[in-house]
């Protein structure tokens, strides 16, 4: 039993002193979304949750009634997000290669913002949405060459990764788009990857950069609005220390107060990282020749992250350990056919045994939604926990409809021919 549980939970700095008045913050409970939005109180910013981090219907649903946009990079999660109730007037649509259906899906639900990543798309952009007689508003989706010190496979805004238009020709992107038809540039969009490292370092550096290009853009006659900040502030997996949102919206206020724009954020994994857990159980404890290995029933197509991107969660006891238990190294391993499927090695823990439960912190972003079913394993059910309150926000599929989704073609329905089974080395006729 495998189960990721994103749920509900608090923000490590503390909620507004009381006496502050924030009716929103005072009906519901004190979320990371809170601390972000209150930060940014004076601005009032369109606040998209970025989708890509936890898709889950519930979850979006949270945040719709929290009053939450969204940044969706899909026309599934377009979909997810309108299916949620998200109203379209919040939604920006992202991403580096939006099909001809994805971009009519964007102009038929008459979203937000339409951020562009290169000249091809803008152009397609222009064509679809003038055939329909619309006028969309484009932001130009800059790429500053910045480094997010990050892991390289989330950073986003160096000029040699395919994100954004370089920074030196988004002028001339947005000169374009104030020519085309169908669109209307109405800004600039920036995301220089996730987990960003350094504190606000690479923010400021980014930020500075695109201050000047709005400046330069205003200088030469063009109307800048919008600024869209993207995602990227990191979460506490083991010893990183994310720039808290005051923080990082005084660095905001201090590149761009001066200049008037309409200001839109991104956010994903600070939105839901930390209110999620994975939790499995201990398969075998085996003893191999020089480690401890704990197998999991869960494995990397539960939670790709450690496989994927080196990442860190801690792992927990479900049970808290007797006094005085001795820690001790183990490889956490899950059973799929890689040696890849390592959530940790020489970890320090207390002694596990067959069937004991354990948790991984920090699974609520880029958890369950990275999850697929590889070596034909069954997806692990979701549950959301709010309170003394919990459901089941995703079923664990069963292995009829996972057989179900495959079809075997007329041709391969008869058995096979006895010519063709001697043709098979060994086969016997
Ligand atoms: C365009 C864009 N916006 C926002 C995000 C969300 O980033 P994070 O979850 O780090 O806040 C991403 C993530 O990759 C992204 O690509």
């Known amino acids: 039993m495998a189960s990721c549980l994103p749920r509900v939970c608090r923000w490590r700095a503390s909620p507004p002193r009381s006496g502050r008045r924030s009716t929103s913050i005072r009906r519901a409970r004190w979320l990371p979304y809170h601390a972000f939005a209150e930060a940014f109180a004076p601005e009032r910013p369109l606040i998209c949750y970025a989708v890509k981090a936890n898709a889950n219907l519930a979850v979006l649903r949270v945040f719709a009634r929290l009053g939450a946009g969204a940044d969706v990079v899909s026309e599934g999660e377009l979909r997810r997000v309108l299916a949620a109730g998200i109203p379209p007037q919040r939604i920006i649509f992202s991403g580096v290669g939006k099909t001809r259906t994805e971009l009519e899906a964007a102009l038929a639900a008459g979203i937000h913002q339409i951020n562009v990543e290169s000249i091809p798309e803008l152009q397609?952009?222009?064509a679809?949405?003038?055939?329909?007689?619309?006028t969309t508003r484009v932001a130009i989706r800059v790429n500053?060459?910045?480094?997010?010190?990050?892991?390289?496979?989330?950073?986003?805004?160096?000029?040699?990764?395919?994100?954004?238009?370089?920074?030196e020709e988004a002028g001339?992107?947005?000169?374009?788009?104030?020519?085309?038809?169908g669109v209307e540039p109405v800004g600039l969009a920036v995301h220089i990857g996730s987990q960003t490292g350094g504190g606000l370092g690479p923010?400021?550096?980014?930020?500075?950069?695109?201050?000047?290009?709005?400046?330069?853009?205003?200088?030469?006659?063009?109307?800048?609005?919008?600024?869209?900040l993207g995602g990227g502030l990191g979460i506490r997996y083991r010893k990183e220390t994310p720039p808290e949102p005051a923080d990082y919206a005084a660095l905001v206020r201090e590149a761009f107060g001066a200049l008037e724009l309409d200001l839109a954020f991104e956010p994903g994994r600070v939105l839901c990282g930390s209110a999620g857990l994975m939790v499995a159980r201990v398969v075998y404890v085996k003893a191999g020749a020089s480690r401890r290995f704990l197998i999991l029933d869960a494995a990397m197509n539960d939670l790709i992250r450690p496989a994927l991107y080196d990442a860190w969660h801690d792992i927990v006891p479900v049970r808290l350990p007797a006094p005085g238990a001795v820690l001790s190294p183990a490889d956490v391993v899950g059973p799929v056919c890689e040696t890849g499927d390592t959530?940790?090695?020489?970890?320090?823990?207390?002694?596990?045994?067959?069937?004991?439960?354990?948790?991984?912190?920090?699974a609520g972003a880029y958890g369950a939604v990275m999850s697929s079913t590889y070596n034909s394993r069954l997806l692990i059910p979701e549950v959301l926990v709010a309170g003394s309150r919990f459901a089941v926000i995703r079923a664990r599929p069963s292995y009829e409809a996972m057989l179900g989704l495959d079809a075997v073609p007329d041709w391969l329905a008869d058995p096979i021919e006895p010519a063709s089974?001697?043709?098979?080395?060994?086969?016997?006729?």
């Open 343 to 362: 959530f940790a090695t020489e970890r320090d823990l207390p002694p596990l045994a067959e069937d004991d439960l354990v948790a991984f912190t920090g």
């Open 144 to 167: 500053p060459d910045v480094d997010a010190l990050t892991h390289a496979k989330i950073a986003t805004g160096k000029k040699e990764s395919k994100f954004g238009i370089d920074i």
């Open 421 to 429: 089974l001697r043709a098979v080395p060994g086969g016997t006729a």
């Open 124 to 126: 397609r952009l222009s």
């Open 128 to 134: 679809l949405a003038a055939a329909r007689g619309d």
């Open 203 to 228: 923010f400021r550096e980014a930020f500075e950069r695109l201050a000047e290009l709005v400046l330069e853009l205003r200088g030469a006659g063009f109307a800048v609005h919008r600024l869209d």
């Open 172 to 181: 001339e992107a947005y000169r374009l788009a104030g020519e085309l038809p």
